[in-house]
C-alpha cells in the first residue's frame, strides 16, 4: 500500500480540518509524542518496561511515525502513505514477536491518541479556536486512530500467521516460562514441555546472543528439538539441554556473538542467562577477551568479582585508599607489583620475572608497599581484599593489555607460569621470599633502593 494517497479530502479523517489550523498546533509535535510515550507506559502493563534497547526504538518510532503523519496529511490529503504504513505494520509484527496481544497493542494507540486530544483541545481554547474547528480536529484524531490501529494488526496478523505453527508458539512459550521471574511448578512445566515435544533435562544451559538490527534476516541455527531457540526478540537466547558441543554449537551460531552460560539444574535456567548476559556486556566492554562465543565457565572469577559493579568500586576505594596520594604512575607501579606479589607468595625472583623488571626492583618496590600497608598484608583477609581490589582496578580501570597480562589478570582462578626473567635487568638468585613467613626470623626492613627505578 505505498505510494500516494488515492482518498480525496472529502472522504479523508482529515478532511474537515483547515490546513492552517494544522499549521498553527503543529509546534506541538514534540510534546505529544513525549507525553503519549509517558501515558502508554503508565497506563498500559504490558508496556511497562524500561524505555531502552528495541523496546524503545519501536515505542517511540511508532508514536511519532503517528503523530507527525496526522499533521502531514491535514496539510496534504496526498501526501504518500507507504512510509507510515510501514512503520506501523512492522510495530504490529513486533508486538506479536514480543509476545504482547493485541488487544493491548490497540489500548496503546487509543491512549496516545487521549494525550493529543487533550493537549490539542487546551492549545486549541488558549488560541481561541471556535469550537467546530475543536470537534473537527477530534474527528480527525479519532478517526486515524482507528486506521493506525488498522494497519498496526494487519502487520501484527502477519507475524502471527508467518509463526511456524502452534507447535512453535508452545516452545516459545515453555522458553518464556523458564527464564521468568516467577519460578513455575514442576508440574506446569512438565505438561507444557509434553505437549512441546521437548524432553526436561535435569541440567540446563542458556546461551545468549548479540541483538543484531538484521537478525531476522539471518539464517536460522539448524539446532535439533532439544534446543528451544528465541531469535527475534530484542535479547535472543537459546535453551540447551545439557553441555554444549562447543565446535557444534559456535558453527551453528553462523557467526553471531554469543555466551554461553553455565550449566545449571533446570530450575536455575535463569542464572545461566543472567551470568551468559553479564558475560556478553563484559566482552563488549573489553574486560572479558574478544570472542564470537564466550564460555561463561572459563570467566567465573571475573563474573564473580564484578557481579555487583557498586560493590567493587567501593571495596577498591576502601582497600587502595593508601595509594592514593601517588602520582598515576607510581600507583600503577606499586598495585601491579604487589598484585604479583599476592599471586607468587612473595617469590622475589618470579615476581620479577612476571612484571619482566629487576628483583632489586621488586625488593624497593614492596619496601615502599609495606610502609604503606604496615600489619595488613599479614592478615589473610586483608590479603584476599587486597587482591580482588587489585584485580579489579586493573579490569574496569586499566585498559592496557600488556599491564593485564603481567599482573595475571586476564586469567583471574590461575597462577601465571613465571617468565624468564630479562638478562639485561634480571640478575640470577634464588627465589626469595619479601616478607618472611610469621616466625621466621624478620629481614631488615630498609633494603637499598634499586638504581633503575625513578623515585
Known amino acids: 500500500m505505498s505510494g500516494r494517497g488515492s482518498r480525496s479530502?472529502?472522504?479523508?479523517?482529515?478532511?474537515?480540518?483547515?490546513?492552517d489550523l494544522a499549521r498553527r498546533l503543529q509546534p506541538l509535535a514534540g510534546v505529544l509524542v513525549r507525553d503519549a510515550v509517558q501515558e502508554i507506559r503508565r497506563?498500559?502493563?504490558?508496556?511497562?518496561?524500561?524505555?531502552e534497547g528495541k523496546f524503545r526504538e519501536v515505542l517511540v518510532g511508532s508514536v511519532e511515525t503517528a503523530i507527525f503523519q496526522c499533521f502531514e496529511s491535514i496539510v496534504d490529503p496526498d501526501a504518500p502513505t507507504g512510509d507510515w504504513q510501514a512503520v506501523l505494520r512492522y510495530s504490529g509484527r513486533?508486538?506479536?514477536l514480543e509476545g504482547r496481544t493485541m488487544d493491548a497493542l490497540q489500548n496503546a494507540v487509543r491512549v496516545g491518541a487521549r494525550v493529543v486530544w487533550r493537549h490539542l483541545s487546551e492549545h486549541g481554547r488558549e488560541l481561541g479556536l471556535p469550537s467546530d474547528a475543536l470537534f473537527a480536529v477530534a474527528d480527525a484524531i479519532f478517526a486515524w486512530v482507528d486506521e493506525l490501529c488498522r494497519v498496526a494488526v494487519e502487520g501484527y496478523a502477519e507475524a502471527q500467521a508467518g509463526a511456524s505453527g502452534a507447535l512453535e508458539r508452545r516452545r516459545r512459550q515453555l522458553l518464556k516460562v523458564l527464564l521468568g521471574e516467577s519460578p513455575a511448578s514442576a508440574r506446569s512445566l512438565a505438561d507444557l514441555a509434553a505437549s512441546t515435544d521437548w524432553r526436561l533435562p535435569e541440567r540446563v544451559a542458556v546461551v545468549a546472543l548479540e541483538y543484531r538490527e538484521d537478525q531476522h534476516q539471518l539464517p536460522s541455527p539448524a539446532f535439533g528439538r532439544d534446543v528451544l531457540l528465541d531469535l527475534e526478540s530484542s535479547e535472543p537466547c537459546l535453551v540447551l539441554?545439557?553441555?554444549?558441543?562447543?565446535?557444534g554449537l559456535e558453527a551453528e551460531l553462523r557467526g553471531r556473538r554469543a555466551a554461553v552460560g553455565p550449566v545449571v539444574p533446570l530450575a536455575d535456567a535463569r542464572r545461566s542467562l543472567g551470568c551468559a548476559r553479564r558475560a556478553l556486556g563484559l566482552v563488549r566492554r573489553g574486560l572479558l577477551p574478544q570472542a564470537r562465543v564466550t564460555w561463561c565457565e572459563e570467566h567465573l572469577a571475573v563474573l564473580a568479582l564484578l557481579a555487583d559493579e557498586f560493590l567493587v568500586e567501593t571495596l577498591v576505594g576502601r582497600a587502595l585508599a593508601v595509594f592514593a596520594h601517588l602520582t598515576a604512575k607510581q600507583r600503577h607501579r606499586l598495585e601491579t607489583t604487589l598484585l604479583a606479589w599476592l599471586g607468587t607468595r612473595g617469590g622475589v625472583v618470579e615476581v620479577a620475572a612476571r612484571l619482566g623488571v629487576h628483583p632489586q626492583t621488586v625488593r624497593y618496590r614492596?619496601?615502599?608497599?609495606?610502609?604503606?600497608?604496615?600489619?595488613?598484608?599479614?592478615?589473610p583477609d586483608e590479603r584476599l581484599a587486597l587482591e580482588m581490589a587489585l584485580r579489579a582496578r586493573l579490569l574496569l580501570h586499566d585498559a592496557r593489555p600488556v599491564e593485564r597480562a603481567r599482573a595475571g589478570v586476564t586469567a583471574l582462578p590461575s597462577r601465571a607460569t613465571p617468565q624468564a626473567a630479562n638478562p639485561t635487568t634480571a640478575a640470577p638468585q634464588p627465589a626469595q621470599a619479601?616478607?618472611?613467613?610469621?616466625?621466621?626470623?624478620?629481614?631488615?626492613?630498609?633494603?637499598?633502593?634499586?638504581?633503575?627505578?625513578?623515585?
Do not use: K
Open 241 to 247: 539441554g545439557g553441555p554444549a558441543d562447543r565446535r
Open 434 to 455: 619479601i616478607r618472611p613467613a610469621r616466625g621466621a626470623a624478620p629481614r631488615p626492613r630498609h633494603p637499598a633502593r634499586s638504581p633503575a627505578e625513578p623515585r
Open 43 to 51: 497506563s498500559v502493563p504490558a508496556y511497562a518496561q524500561p524505555l
Open 366 to 379: 614492596m619496601h615502599q608497599v609495606e610502609g604503606l600497608l604496615g600489619d595488613r598484608l599479614d592478615d
Open 9 to 19: 479530502r472529502g472522504s479523508a479523517p482529515w478532511s474537515s480540518v483547515p490546513p
Open 94 to 96: 513486533v508486538e506479536f
